[in-house]
């Protein structure tokens, strides 16, 4: 009895070492993950060529997993975000992706979830990046009242900031955005052509939201196509023909009924109502497989994901038969994907680090 007492005590003298020394252990951890945190920059490693990453695949349903719709395309070493939803700011850093040499953002529309992230990247962007001019804001007729609102929404803030840190660190000519509005003629239309790269927006489908674009890259002769928001749109397939890469939404409707039918029988007939309305705008992941397949593009990356896939199981029945319709590549992105297209030829995917995880 004796010898057993004696354990207990030193099994508990340890239990007290343990925490006395838990503290300097996660201290010393701490120091490590915000050195490796810092210095990390996962952009100037990358080959030539031209890459997608994505910084946000969700959509407006709540998904731990995912941020709102963003994708960072990067090309050489120039870095230019489309659409920034919600908590896309803070996955570019987990990213190790630096926000500072953001170069413009492009959106294809302005549902609020493509934009509710547009003010913390703005200042992020601004306060890393030491900026000395505002943020280049591309998007269709529209942007410039977008573009007003965010602006004097955080202008007290940056009065704030400057007056904190200093001109030197937050440059007050550097705070903001600047609108770059488009029109396009037939439907489409080159609104950057510029060292090598050419961005070209493409009128899509997404009434009632409209105007609403889509947006193909060409660098180095590779090309990525990105859908936006749409409806199946053949427009889209044409802009995509001779591409790498074609990144499109995807919305499940035999997943997004079973949630209409739950919140109908909960007695929620306005969420029912929207995830019946939903389908008619969106793109299946069997339409989208249809479109890359008439594109022929190699391989397909499926974002905005309707509804989120809780279950890892659920990504089969999320995408149907959609493979047996495309003969190419084909993902179901997430958060810090990354897809690369060097100039000297290939795809892969991989995942981006940095930050503390």
Same mark, same amino acid.
Request: charged residues 20%; glycine residues 12%.
């Given at each position: 009895?004796?010898?057993? /007492?004696?354990?207990?005590?030193?099994?508990?003298?340890?239990?007290?070492?343990?925490?006395?020394?838990?503290?300097?252990?996660?201290?010393?951890?701490?120091?490590?993950?915000?050195?490796?945190? !810092?210095?990390?920059?996962?952009?100037?490693?990358?080959?030539?060529? !031209?890459?997608?990453?994505?910084?946000?695949?969700?959509?407006?349903?709540?998904?731990?997993?995912?941020?709102?719709?963003?994708?960072?395309?990067?090309?050489?070493?120039?870095?230019?975000?489309?659409? #920034?939803?919600?908590? /896309?700011?803070?996955?570019?850093?987990?990213?190790?992706?630096?926000?500072?040499?953001?170069?413009?953002?492009?959106? @294809?529309?302005?549902?609020?979830?493509?934009?509710?992230?547009?003010?913390?990247?703005?200042?992020?962007?601004?306060?890393?990046?030491?900026?000395?001019?505002?943020?280049?804001?591309?998007?269709?007729?529209?942007?410039?009242?977008?573009?007003?609102?965010?602006?004097?929404?955080?202008?007290?803030?940056?009065?704030?900031?400057?007056?904190?840190?200093?001109?030197?660190?937050?440059?007050?000519?550097?705070?903001?955005?600047?609108?770059?509005?488009? #029109?396009?003629?037939?439907?489409?239309?080159?609104?950057?052509?510029?060292?090598?790269?050419?961005?070209? #927006?493409?009128?899509?489908?997404? /009434?009632?939201?409209?105007?609403?674009?889509?947006?193909?890259?060409?660098?180095?002769?590779?090309?990525?196509?990105?859908?936006?928001?749409?409806?199946?749109?053949?427009?889209?397939?044409?802009?995509?023909?001779?591409?790498?890469?074609?990144?499109?939404?995807?919305?499940?409707?035999?997943?997004?009924?079973?949630?209409?039918?739950?919140?109908?029988?909960?007695?929620? @007939?306005?969420?029912?109502?929207?995830?019946?309305?939903?389908?008619?705008?969106?793109?299946?992941?069997?339409?989208?497989?249809?479109?890359?397949?008439?594109?022929?593009?190699?391989?397909?990356?499926?974002?905005?994901?309707?509804?989120?896939?809780?279950?890892?199981?659920?990504?089969?029945?999320? !995408?149907?038969? #959609?493979? /047996?319709?495309?003969?190419?590549?084909?993902?179901?992105?997430?958060?810090?994907?990354?897809?690369?297209?060097?100039?000297?030829?290939?795809?892969?995917?991989?995942?981006?680090?940095?930050?503390?995880?």
């Amino acid at each position: 009895m004796k010898c057993f /007492s004696f354990i207990i005590a030193g099994l508990l003298l340890l239990a007290g070492a343990g925490w006395l020394f838990r503290g300097p252990v996660a201290m010393a951890v701490y120091e490590r993950g915000a050195a490796r945190a !810092l210095a990390t920059n996962s952009l100037d490693p990358l080959p030539d060529g !031209l890459h997608a990453a994505f910084c946000g695949t969700g959509s407006p349903m709540p998904d731990p997993a995912r941020s709102g719709p963003c994708l960072a395309i990067i090309a050489g070493k120039r870095l230019i975000i489309v659409d #920034a939803g919600e908590g /896309s700011a803070r996955t570019l850093a987990m990213m190790g992706l630096p926000v500072g040499r953001i170069e413009r953002v492009l959106l @294809t529309h302005f549902h609020s979830d493509h934009i509710d992230g547009l003010g913390a990247l703005m200042l992020q962007r601004w306060v890393n990046g030491h900026a000395m001019a505002a943020l280049p804001l591309h998007g269709p007729i529209g942007v410039e009242e977008l573009t007003t609102g965010f602006n004097t929404a955080y202008r007290p803030d940056s009065i704030y900031r400057t007056a904190h840190h200093g001109a030197a660190i937050v440059p007050p000519q550097g705070f903001g955005l600047s609108p770059r509005a488009f #029109a396009l003629a037939d439907g489409k239309g080159v609104i950057l052509d510029d060292g090598g790269l050419t961005i070209t #927006a493409i009128r899509v489908d997404h /009434s009632p939201a409209e105007p609403a674009v889509g947006y193909r890259f060409d660098y180095g002769g590779r090309c990525i196509t990105v859908s936006g928001d749409t409806a199946p749109s053949a427009a889209l397939a044409r802009a995509a023909k001779g591409c790498d890469l074609l990144v499109h939404e995807a919305l499940q409707p035999r997943l997004t009924r079973v949630l209409g039918k739950a919140a109908k029988d909960a007695g929620n @007939t306005g969420i029912a109502k929207v995830l019946a309305d939903i389908e008619n705008y969106h793109t299946t992941p069997e339409q989208a497989a249809e479109i890359a397949q008439t594109a022929g593009v190699d391989g397909l990356a499926l974002t905005h994901i309707v509804p989120p896939l809780r279950i890892g199981a659920l990504k089969g029945p999320f !995408l149907g038969d #959609a493979r /047996s319709r495309f003969s190419g590549e084909m993902w179901i992105v997430a958060d810090r994907d990354i897809i690369s297209l060097p100039t000297s030829g290939g795809m892969d995917k991989t995942q981006m680090g940095g930050g503390f995880r």
